[in-house]
């Protein structure tokens, strides 16, 4: 088990470069140049507030998964 | 003497479950009277723009929700709990009356819409300092072997807030005209809170410290800095970072899903009657709160982890086929029709407005009607600068309405499953000393943010799939939810042990 939540740590931190680029590039940067008021809300928050979140916290995740620090006798 | 020990808990739970459930309502009146506010607050030229800002508004309220963990949750950890959830009591109490005391944008302009906002952040800060504080303090008076239990009852003070905020809203739009509802009688569901807000304060004032925390500060063993302790610390981070990924965001996500998106969706995209609405999931809601309480006891026996990874599986397996049922049962197209009449129903000739009301009824028993509202532009020649709009209302039938109150209540289901042992959960993983600020972050990030932007997000999947013509585009927005819970569930089944979950006390 040890071992399979090493390996996972690096989907965990492709998922988090696959969030940034959906993040910023699908849903974020698009919404900002729309000029509509409702758009712009919702791409601060998206480029601002959720892709920041998910793209730093599962990152570091994995990257402490890929450590061992989520194996067994560190826990 | 275990009397005497029950009755004391009975005393704590319903003094911390009472505010709290308070605060919910707060929170959530303003969400269900998201319609009526946006045409009071916002410009109201463009009715799209003015309801999506209040949502922008709801979600403002969210977002701010992590730090008003960050801020109230140190306080916690440093001062002790009850002071600061009575704190929190009081500062939502009081933004929840003011903003029912805003005066229109028609009255003020745009210093409503920006009191309105600054009020609803209030709430959201509020909000973020309130749960933790209430968890925290009825699992520190509970028994070890029974904190599924006990914190299960704070557990259905969101469900329960959000119902009564229905029941209110329902009672007043019952008691007064649609005109005095649409005039003033929206601003008294905001009103009533600080009655109830006075009351709970009382109710807490007279309650004691947590005896956990208050025998550590009398040794000396409370933090000195907790946010440091907590989010400085690679040991305890890497706890908050798996309490998110691997349990709050999914359980986030499928709350937001069951209680929220699927009110929006039965409103926006199914278009059944409000009232309707409001009246199926409130019979849904009543009949799945006690389930709370029975996996957060079931929590006690078998283990948080299943029971949450389980409501996760089901709702990620099943929401596509449950919305997918929702939407056939009141699908107009699958119906057969007996009569139509079309009416012009009124005219606004100052606003430049005509509009037909168009009834249809089906051999079931089913019945729609169809508002067509022409605009005319006055300074324009005839037949130029005119554009329609229409909006169709859907009332179901008795049968109908019945197989939508237990899709609903599935959902419900799923709910209570994933939330009814969190509080637990998030109690268990983290030591006393910074346990206010380190579970309060991960469970406001996970429910206020990822869930918190749910409909918003959702909302944005649907629209894009209906311009893209897509035949089933109203499923489109359950990908979020159905991506998000999957991570999490992933995360929860490989990551979290039973270790995780039960080393303090």
């Known amino acids: 088990m040890d071992a399979l939540k090493k390996i996972l740590g690096i989907v965990w931190i492709g998922l988090a470069l696959a969030a940034a680029y959906f993040g910023i590039f699908n849903f974020g940067l698009p919404k900002l140049s729309t000029g509509k008021q409702e758009d712009l809300v919702f791409g601060i928050i998206i480029l601002f507030v959720l892709t920041p979140l998910i793209v730093a916290g599962l990152a570091i995740f994995g990257w402490y998964a890929l450590k061992g620090e989520y194996d067994n006798r560190k826990l | ?505």
């Open chain 2, 1 to 505: 003497m275990r009397d005497k020990s029950t009755r004391g808990i009975w005393k704590v739970i319903s003094a911390s479950s009472m505010g709290t459930l308070i605060e919910w309502y707060d929170f959530y009146i303003f969400g269900s009277l998201a319609v009526v506010i946006s045409t009071k607050f916002f410009p109201s030229d463009n009715p799209t723009a003015a309801f999506l800002s209040t949502l922008a508004t709801f979600a403002a309220g969210f977002v701010v929700r992590p730090f008003g963990a960050l801020f109230f949750g140190r306080l916690g950890d440093l001062i002790g709990r009850k002071y600061t959830f009575m704190v929190t009591l009081l500062l939502m109490g009081g933004a929840t009356f003011l903003i029912g005391c805003v005066p229109s944008f028609e009255t003020i302009g745009y210093t409503a819409p920006i009191l309105v906002l600054l009020l609803r952040l209030l709430q959201g800060l509020a909000l973020g300092g309130e749960y933790g504080g209430a968890a925290t303090y009825v699992a520190e008076h509970a028994p070890k072997d029974q904190r599924g239990y006990w914190t299960s009852w704070i557990q259905t003070t969101a469900t329960v807030g959000l119902f009564v905020s229905l029941v209110v809203i329902l009672a007043t739009k019952t008691v007064l005209s649609p005109e005095a509802f649409d005039e003033w009688g929206w601003r008294v569901p905001f009103w009533i809170s600080i009655l109830m807000v006075l009351v709970s304060y009382q109710i807490r004032k007279k309650m004691h410290e947590s005896p956990a925390f208050s025998k550590a500060k009398a040794e000396g063993k409370t933090s000195t800095n907790p946010l440091k302790e907590s989010f400085g610390n690679k040991y305890n981070l890497k706890f908050v970072l798996l309490a998110l990924f691997g349990a709050t965001m999914g359980q986030g996500v499928v709350w937001y899903t069951g209680q929220f998106y699927a009110m929006s969706f039965l409103k926006t995209v199914m278009n059944i009657e409000s009232n309707q609405v409001d009246a199926l999931l409130g019979i849904a809601l009543l009949l799945g709160t006690p389930f709370f309480v029975v996996f957060g006891w079931l929590s006690d026996k078998i283990g948080r982890k299943t029971i949450m990874l389980t409501g996760m599986l089901l709702a990620i397996l099943l929401y596509r086929p449950i919305y997918k049922t929702m939407y056939q049962t009141v699908d107009l197209a699958s119906k057969t029709r007996t009569e139509t009449d079309g009416l012009p129903a009124g005219m606004n000739l100052e606003k430049g407005e005509v509009y037909f009301v168009s009834s249809t009824g089906y051999t079931d028993g089913t019945a729609a009607s169809v508002k067509t509202t022409y605009h005319f532009d006055e300074s324009q020649p005839l037949g130029r600068g005119e554009f329609k709009e229409s909006k169709a209302t859907v009332t179901a039938n008795e049968s109908d309405k019945w197989t939508l109150v237990f899709l609903v209540w599935i959902q419900v289901i799923f709910v209570t499953m994933v939330y009814g042992p969190i509080a637990a959960f998030l109690v268990e993983m983290f030591p006393l000393k910074i346990r206010y600020t380190s579970m309060s972050l991960p469970y406001h990030v996970g429910n206020g943010i990822f869930g918190g932007l749910l409909p918003a997000i959702s909302t944005y999947l649907v629209t894009n799939a209906k311009e893209a013509a897509d035949v089933e585009f109203y499923l489109e927005g359950l990908w979020y939810p159905i991506i998000i819970a999957s991570i999490s569930f992933t995360i929860g089944l490989i990551y979290l042990t039973k270790k995780d979950t039960t080393q303090h006390d």
